[in-house]
């Protein structure tokens, strides 16, 4: 079948085969009408979509019209740049309409000190923590510089934190965490306090009344000294009274003072018989020398009756000390306390064979007199070992141990005493100045 366009018309015509051979019948033409299609939204094929956009493509009816925000031509720039400045100004405008109303307005003033709330102070007085805040009463809230604040207020030796808020309308709270005193500490003639940090602090006026000041006095810590050595001192002080009391008796309450100078030996006076002893514990097994000071400090002032020093610090032998004038009186009576004193000593390595050979002739009592005479024994302190000593002669009245309560009670009238004397010192010298 062919088409025929003609006069802008269509016709359709069949042509014949051409063929002249026979050919089989053929069946008769019929014409099938195509049966409607069902609408579009009833069926799957959308094959024409192609068609339609490219209809809409070709016609422009399908093309998106994008448009940006920066300007294509100088009178937009110009619009722009006066919108922008206009913003702007307004913006400003606002702010310092608003910060001149805080600043100038009668509300966010502070009128009176109470209006400074402070919290957390107990060794601080209210005076002391106002004085930071003189020239902010009577101004505006809004006006005080809170870290230079909070700063003056660490600066204060009692401060160990503060924290400085506003409450608006016109108040403040100032919060402080103060330091915690953890000894007395003397120099010289001079008493205070200092905390774990090796930071000094002046005693407060309730101080030798107060039951939460009942630890020891310390020495050895001192102003001129760099904040960690004092911090390093502090923290083996710190040990020391935590290894004394950690079999839960409270040992370190029996101590009368401590010397921390040295920062590998910790000294420590601990009273006896209306006397005190100096003990040596060095940097470690702090409570098990301490025992064995108990143990043997009644048998070793059975012997020595002016016994000042015991050297705790070597594992198999202890050193005692006497005073210079101890071997003086000693040697000069010649009793046999004296000679059982010398005879229990360690005698120190002889320098010379003849010095060896002389020791152990010497059994008289009277010759041993007469060689500690000769010898002081301020020069070379006495070694004893840990096992008791072999004695001969016993003392006549031998001394009744100290008991610990007499002990604790003896080293806090100390620091009670030696306190209210530098209170005492303190206030003559305030008065003197007025």
């Not at 940006?68 to 619009?79: D, F, H, M, Q």
């Not at 002080?237 to 101590?255: H, I, N, P, R, V």
């Not at 064979?353 to 000769?374: F, S």
Request: charged share 25%; net charge positive; glycine share 6%.
């Amino acid at each position: 079948m062919r088409k025929l366009h003609q006069f802008g018309g269509t016709a359709a015509v069949l042509d014949a085969d051409d063929d002249a051979g026979p050919h089989p019948e053929s069946p008769a033409l019929r014409i099938v009408a195509e049966a409607p299609r069902p609408r579009r939204e009833l069926v799957d094929d959308y094959a024409d979509d192609a068609d339609t956009e490219a209809y809409l493509r070709a016609s422009g009816r399908n093309r998106r019209i994008r448009r940006g925000l920066i300007p294509k031509t100088r009178n937009g720039w110009i619009a722009a740049g006066v919108g922008v400045v206009l913003a702007l100004a307004a913006i400003a405008a606002g702010g310092y309409a608003a910060v001149r109303f805080m600043t100038t307005n009668e509300k966010f003033r502070m009128t009176s000190s109470q209006n400074v709330e402070l919290d957390g102070n107990s060794h601080l007085s209210r005076a002391q923590m106002l004085s930071v805040f003189g020239e902010d009463v009577d101004g505006n809230i809004f006006r005080v510089p809170m870290e230079q604040r909070r700063l003056q207020l660490e600066q204060m030796p009692w401060v160990e934190h503060a924290t400085v808020m506003r409450l608006l309308p016109n108040r403040m709270r100032v919060h402080v965490i103060e330091r915690v005193p953890v000894a007395f500490v003397r120099q010289g003639s001079n008493i205070g306090l200092v905390d774990k940090s090796g930071v000094l602090l002046d005693i407060p006026p309730d101080a030798p009344g107060n039951p939460s000041y009942s630890f020891p006095v310390v020495t050895g810590v001192k102003a001129e000294q760099e904040p960690e050595a004092r911090a390093q001192r502090m923290r083996l002080y710190a040990a020391f009274l935590k290894d004394l009391d950690s079999d839960g008796k409270s040992t370190s309450a029996l101590l009368s003072e401590i010397d921390l100078s040295d920062p590998e030996d910790v000294k420590a006076l601990i009273p006896d018989h209306n006397s005190e002893v100096l003990v040596h514990f060095g940097t470690e097994n702090f409570l098990s020398r301490y025992k064995q000071f108990e143990e043997h400090i009644a048998e070793w002032r059975s012997q020595y009756t002016r016994l000042s020093s015991v050297d705790m610090r070597y594992e198999r032998q202890v050193v005692l000390q006497m005073p210079p004038k101890d071997s003086t009186v000693g040697g000069a009576t010649g009793t046999p306390d004296a000679a059982a004193q010398k005879t229990d000593i360690a005698a120190p390595p002889a320098k010379t064979p003849q010095a060896a050979k002389a020791a152990p002739e010497a059994a008289a009592p009277r010759a041993l007199a007469a060689t500690a005479q000769a010898r002081p024994a301020a020069a070379k302190p006495a070694v004893v070992r840990h096992t008791a000593p072999k004695s001969s002669a016993k003392p006549t009245h031998p001394a009744k141990p100290a008991t610990k309560s007499a002990a604790k009670d003896a080293a806090t009238h100390k620091r009670v005493e030696a306190i209210k004397a530098w209170m005492a010192k303190r206030h003559a010298a305030q008065a003197a100045g007025n």
